[in-house]
């Protein structure tokens, strides 16, 4: 009688990304999350006051801080692809300095994958994380241009980053789904930003009467905060690790 074989763990194949390494991408790096935190922080009281006509009008400021973010600090998915294998290292060394030397003149195709990548998150992520918002009880018949628009946020603070570096690798997509993808700055940053979201909903049943309570501007500030924290956890004391589910 053969005994039962123990449950294999699933363990990711991908390595945390590493970001551009100069002085200018470490400091847009830094300087991010306080800009991100600043721009929320000025349009607080016209959020309460107006939730749809601010998420609107703050949407391209967002889109751009994220474009610079990602293209001045991380390689895009493009530039991502392993080298092929040669025993010669003569051979190795000139396709590296030949990778080098494309990666140095291909600014205006890091402009473009930036652009694309918050293209591809507005246009397919955001009407999924409004459908799974409404699943989960975001009110449909009176509210679906705030929920929409509070997607739109989402979408660019935790998909348009994913976008960018993994592009269309399958592999990388599942490891991202299952959450098995090791911990860095940008899928601290992914995680962050649903977990603070989902925190963010406490508040609103409460019996406080407040206006900041009015949907769905907690879940917002929510996902804000998380994403700069998330951010931070992961490019610090929690990266390289993966999300323990026992």
Same mark, same amino acid.
């Given at each position: 009688?053969?005994?039962?074989?123990?449950?294999?763990?699933?363990?990711?194949?991908?390595?945390?990304?590493?970001?551009?390494?100069?002085?200018?991408?470490?400091?847009?790096?830094?300087?991010?999350?306080?800009?991100?935190?600043i721009a929320y922080r000025y349009q607080f009281n016209a959020?309460?006051?107006?939730?749809?006509?601010? #998420? *609107?009008?703050?949407? =391209? %400021?967002?889109? @751009?801080?994220?474009?610079?973010?990602?293209?001045?600090?991380?390689?895009? /998915?493009?530039?991502?692809?392993?080298?092929?294998?040669?025993?010669?290292?003569?051979?190795?060394?000139?396709?590296?300095?030949?990778?080098?030397?494309?990666?140095?003149?291909?600014?205006?195709?890091?402009?473009?994958?930036?652009?694309?990548?918050?293209?591809?998150?507005?246009?397919?992520?955001?009407?999924?994380?409004?459908?799974?918002?409404?699943?989960?009880?975001?009110?449909?018949?009176?509210?679906?241009?705030?929920?929409?628009?509070?997607?739109?946020?989402?979408? #660019? *603070?935790?998909?348009? =980053? %994913?976008?960018? @570096?993994?592009?269309?690798?399958?592999?990388?997509?599942?490891?991202?789904? /299952?959450?098995?993808?090791?911990?860095?700055?940008?899928?601290?940053?992914?995680?962050?930003?649903?977990?603070?979201?989902?925190?963010?909903?406490?508040?609103?049943?409460?019996?406080?009467?407040?206006?900041?309570?009015?949907?769905?501007?907690?879940?917002?500030?929510?996902?804000?905060?998380?994403?700069?924290?998330?951010?931070?956890?992961?490019?610090?004391?929690?990266?390289?690790?993966?999300?323990?589910?026992?």
């Amino acid at each position: 009688m053969t005994s039962p074989k123990p449950a294999t763990k699933a363990v990711a194949s991908s390595d945390p990304v590493e970001p551009f390494n100069s002085a200018l991408a470490r400091s847009i790096s830094h300087l991010h999350p306080l800009l991100i935190l600043i721009a929320y922080r000025y349009q607080f009281n016209a959020l309460i006051q107006d939730p749809v006509r601010q #998420l *609107l009008n703050s949407l =391209p %400021l967002l889109a @751009i801080l994220q474009a610079i973010y990602m293209g001045a600090c991380f390689p895009p /998915a493009w530039m991502n692809r392993p080298a092929p294998s040669n025993n010669d290292s003569k051979c190795n060394s000139q396709r590296s300095k030949e990778r080098s030397s494309q990666e140095q003149i291909s600014i205006p195709k890091v402009v473009v994958s930036a652009l694309l990548s918050v293209v591809i998150a507005l246009l397919l992520a955001t009407p999924i994380i409004t459908i799974f918002m409404v699943l989960l009880g975001a009110p449909l018949t009176t509210h679906l241009p705030h929920t929409a628009l509070a997607s739109a946020h989402f979408s #660019l *603070l935790a998909v348009m =980053p %994913l976008v960018y @570096i993994c592009g269309v690798d399958g592999n990388k997509w599942e490891e991202i789904i /299952a959450v098995l993808r090791p911990l860095d700055e940008v899928f601290g940053a992914t995680l962050g930003t649903f977990i603070g979201a989902w925190l963010g909903a406490i508040p609103i049943p409460l019996d406080w009467d407040r206006d900041w309570q009015k949907w769905p501007v907690t879940i917002v500030t929510g996902a804000y905060v998380g994403y700069v924290l998330g951010k931070y956890l992961g490019q610090y004391p929690l990266r390289g690790k993966s999300v323990e589910f026992d």
